[in-house]
C-alpha cells in the first residue's frame, strides 16, 4: 500500500532555534495535512494544504506542498517550550476519507 | 465544547474477552473514523463512516466491528481481543465534506493480555 516516509524521527533542539521536517511520498498526493500530538492527547490540526506549491503559514509555522505533489515540509520558527510534542503528516491521493499517516517527528526541546 | 468524547481511556482485557469503544460527537459532523496507533507506525485507519447507516473499511479492519445508527455515535467493537490488539485507539470525526480536516478524541488505550 502507499507509504509516508517523514523525517526525521526525532530532533533535539534549542529553544529558539528554528526546525523544519518533511514528508515524502511513493505517489501523487493531492491533500497534506500536518498535525500535532501532545502527550496524553489525539493529533490536532495545524496546517491543511490542497494544491501543489502552496504555501501556507500559522503563527510560527510553515507548510508548502511540493511541487512534484509528492512531498510537503513544515518549518517552525523560533521554538519554544510548547511546541515538544509529536507531528505528523498526512496526505491522500483519492478520497480525503483515506488519509495516509507518516511515523512522526517528536520534538525535544534540549534544557 | 465536548467535540469528539471517547470512552474508557484505559482498559484491560483477557484474550477471547469482547468490549466496545465508544465514540460520542456533537458537532453534527456526518463522517466518523476510528484510527489505532501503534508507536513508530502513524495512525491507521480501522473503519470509518460517511452519514448514519454507512460504514466502510479502512486499511486494518480484521477484528474490528462498526455500527452507525446515529450521526452523534460510533462504537467501535472488538469481537474476540488478541495481543495484537494492544495500542491506542483515535476516534475522529470530520465537517467539511472530506477534507481531512479531522477532530480527534482523547483516545482510548487498550491492553490485551
Known amino acids: 500500500g502507499q507509504q509516508l516516509n517523514q523525517s526525521p524521527q526525532s530532533m533535539f533542539i534549542q529553544e529558539g532555534e528554528d526546525v523544519s521536517m518533511n514528508c515524502t511520498s511513493s505517489s501523487i498526493f493531492n491533500t497534506w495535512l500536518w498535525y500535532k500530538q501532545d502527550p496524553g492527547e489525539g493529533p490536532v490540526l495545524l496546517i491543511a494544504?490542497?494544491?501543489a506549491g502552496e504555501l501556507t503559514s500559522n503563527g510560527r509555522l510553515t507548510a508548502q506542498f511540493g511541487i512534484t505533489r509528492k512531498d510537503s515540509f513544515l518549518n517552525i520558527s523560533a521554538s519554544i517550550p510548547s511546541d515538544v510534542g509529536i507531528y505528523f503528516c498526512?496526505?491522500?491521493?483519492?478520497?480525503?476519507?483515506?488519509?495516509?499517516w507518516g511515523a512522526g517527528t517528536k520534538l525535544i526541546i534540549k534544557p | 465544547n465536548a467535540g469528539v468524547t471517547q470512552t474508557p481511556k484505559f482498559q484491560v482485557l483477557k484474550t477471547g474477552q469482547s468490549m466496545t469503544l465508544q465514540c460520542a460527537q456533537d458537532m453534527n459532523h456526518e463522517y466518523m473514523s476510528w484510527y489505532r496507533q501503534d508507536p513508530g507506525m502513524g495512525l491507521r485507519l480501522i473503519h470509518y463512516s460517511v452519514g448514519a447507516g454507512i460504514t466502510d473499511q479502512g486499511e486494518v479492519p480484521n477484528g474490528y466491528n462498526v455500527s452507525r445508527s446515529t450521526t452523534e455515535d460510533f462504537p467501535l467493537r472488538l469481537l474476540s481481543a488478541a495481543p495484537s490488539q494492544t495500542s491506542v485507539y483515535f476516534c475522529?470525526?470530520?465537517?467539511?465534506?472530506?477534507?481531512?480536516?479531522?477532530?480527534f478524541g482523547e483516545g482510548s488505550r487498550l491492553t490485551v493480555l
Open positions: 494544504l490542497y494544491k
Open positions: 498526512a496526505g491522500s491521493a483519492e478520497s480525503n476519507y483515506q488519509l495516509i
Open positions: 475522529a470525526s470530520n465537517g467539511q465534506g472530506g477534507t481531512g480536516e479531522l477532530f
